[in-house]
């Protein structure tokens, strides 16, 4: 087919639409907005080629009613005011607002809201970045929007469009609408208003219509140029400023009259196959109808069958159960039986009634041969009885013990009892999962697993400190909360309560059946929320010694030219200070707390809190502040170690190295975990290196806790002079390496 033939079949399905031929409201589902479920109003084009109501982008870009609206050109027309239903996809965007989530990459420290330039489309969920214009980079669809706009007048044919220029009750229905004036009017007032002779007789008028677009569209970034090209890169209308020197400058560009050829040809290609096809779509139509039906009867089919199985189990249990019963019946029956049976031959032992008051009678017969006669079977009773009462045992065991069922193995069965195409339970990786006041979960399917629909993750809260004793017996204190559909294998869940116990499990969904929920595993909170922290490359930082990675998240202490060069004085008796480094933001209320891991083969690492005072001290006078026997809690065999801190100070740094965590000796203002570590003796206050370690400074209380970070162990807590800025601060001596956890640096990293 030649291009002038596609181009006329193209014009021929546009004129047919025009006619009505195609009826418009065949097209609804294309006219709805994903987001609020509603017709377009003003609809913007996202760079993924979607399209949103400007209305629907605009509140999730906003934080808070307080943020300001920075309009652009065509864009800048807000919608309509109409109430938003809630969708999937909306839900969705609001939890990552809520979660911090999407923010934009130069939000800076400090500032009191975000600039959220960043949003996952509703259409085809990828993130999408609108840079620092935000809304204002975004196109108008007025192609799409006029299209809305027939819609709405074919959906209300009977409601007419008034004149804006009559007023009532003389208004009159209007016949006309300008799109330079952007008003309607009757015949009478279009003609009052655009006389002949005059330039508003060139004004381009249409039929009635509320939708009046601009007749050039302008671009968003320089709001007083036209675009005339198109970029082939990023999918949209550019200006000739943008390729010069903006965005766009190394992108491969077309004229604006060659890309419209282009994609009206492909277009009109595209429909004219989708025309021609028009009988192979009504028959996959058809077959889909059928497969409807089949879906229909074979999925009440096999609802028919599960209700069968279980009718039988029901049917066998009910059997057991009667049977069961029965025996139980019976042996209570039989014991009930032997028991009255005794208690009625002790009843005539007594005196005056039965084998008693019998003998008694038969002693009264004086006829020697008759009492003999009857004696003899009325001794021997008598001695039976008699010896049954000196060895007492009752008839029968009033104990059902070996009625007792377990039924554990069985309840075990029923509850994993599954269809065949059950997914296996997923295992949650102990390894990969942290959780602070946030907690990222991460878990793993099995080597021969099924790809799955999605993961629910289920956790509660266990306990904590700060939960009242109503709390504790209420219902919802143990009650699983679940999360949204997870199609990963990781989430993150917001919102967990300080210093307490969650216990978490996940299980795998496929084809809406359920796997077995994994082992439950439990973590500890930390006793406040998470600083986010990195190391500082500004203060302090020896670059000779100290090697720190771009992230700013690991240091490493080597040895280096100067260490050499230090060796005469080491030989003579001199000593080698340590290296600092601090993080890069201080902390001056509240409480906070980060983690970190020290490689276990570091000679010696010193963790903890210092002021900006003593940092400035320790900066300016290396030689004296580095001494081991300056600083108490070195490390080294100087017997200072030994010495307690008697004095609030305002540092507390651990020494921790070659896999031992050393604990400073207790004192009045300091406490331990372990008895032991209070003793005097010094190796008793040696712990094995946690593989991760914690820190939390309470600011206000002026105490700072050192934590095993895998449970949540204090292992030492101490007062400290909280004066000035508090800062995180580690010392290295020889070879070490520290890390910052990572997710205390991303929470960092995304501010």
Known sequence: MSDS?????????????????????????????????????????????????????????????????????ECSLPGSPRS??????????????????????????????????????????????????????????????????????AARAAIAIMCNICKPPQQQEATKSCMDCKASYCNEC?????????????????????????????????????????????KRPVCHLCKLGGSHANHKVTSMSSAYKIL????????????????????????????INQTEENGQLAERQANEHFERLFETLQERKSEMLRSIEQSRNRRLEQLKTQVE?????????????????????????????????????????????????????????????????????????????????????LSNSKVYNEASICWRLSDDHIPTDHHMLEYRRLGGPNQSPSQEDGEDSGAWRTTDKVYGSSTVVCDLEPNSLYAFRVRSCRNSMFSPYSPEVSFHTPPAPAFGVLFSDKCGFSTERLIL?????????????????????????SYIGLDYIIGDTGITQGRHYWAFRVDPYSYMVKVGVASDSKLIEWFHNPRDTSSPRYDHDSGHDSGSEDACYELSQPFTLLTVGMGKLFIPKASSSSSVSTASAASSDPGNRVLPMPQRLGVCLDYDACRVYFYDADTMRCLYERQVECSGTMFPAFGLMGSGKVQLEEFITAKRLTF
């Not at 330039?199 to 140029?225: D, I, S, W």
């Not at 009504?282 to 497969?291: C, G, N, S, V």
Request: glycine letters at 6%; a negative charge.
């Open 549 to 573: 990675n771009k992230r700013r998240d690991t240091v490493e202490n080597v040895a280096g030219m100067a260490f050499l060069l230090a060796a005469d004085r080491v030989q003579t008796g």
């Open 264 to 291: 009206k040809e492909k277009l009109a290609k595209s429909i004219h196959y989708l025309i021609s096809k028009e009988d192979q779509v009504r028959t996959q139509i058809t077959e889909l109808d059928l497969l």
């Open 5 to 73: 033939e596609d181009m006329t079949e193209f014009n021929s399905i546009v004129e047919r639409i025009e006619r009505g031929e195609v009826p418009i409201k065949n097209i609804e589902r294309e006219l709805i907005c994903p987001i609020c479920k509603e017709l377009f109003t003003h609809p913007l084009i996202l760079p993924c080629q979607h399209s949103v109501c400007h209305k629907c982008v605009r509140e999730l870009l906003n934080l808070n009613h307080e943020d300001s609206f920075d309009a652009g050109s």
């Open 84 to 153: 938003r239903v809630p969708s999937p996809s909306m839900e969705r965007l609001d939890r990552l607002v809520r979660s911090g989530s999407i923010s934009s990459p130069g939000w800076r420290r400090g500032s009191v809201t975000p600039r959220i330039t960043t949003i996952p489309c509703p259409g085809c969920q990828h993130d999408i970045d609108l840079g620092e214009r935000g809304i204002s980079m975004l196109f108008r669809n007025f192609t799409l929007e006029s299209i809305v706009e027939r819609y709405r007048q």
């Open 190 to 234: 279009f003609k009052l208003h655009h006389p002949w002779g005059t330039p508003k007789a060139q004004h381009e008028y249409v039929g009635p219509t509320t939708n009046f677009r601009p007749k050039v569209l302008m671009c968003p970034e320089h709001e007083m140029e036209k675009v005339n090209m198109y970029c082939e890169v990023c």
């Open 345 to 429: 031959e002790y009843q005539g032992m007594l005196e005056n009634s039965g084998l008693v008051g019998y003998a008694q009678e038969v002693l009264k017969e004086t006829d020697q041969s008759c009492f003999v006669q009857t004696a003899k079977q009325l001794h021997t009773r008598i001695q039976r009885a008699t010896e049954s009462l000196r060895t007492f045992h009752p008839s029968a065991d009033p104990c059902f013990d070996e009625f007792v069922l377990d039924t554990s193995r069985e309840e075990n069965l029923l509850k994993e009892m599954c269809f065949g195409g059950v997914p296996d339970p997923p295992l949650i990786d």
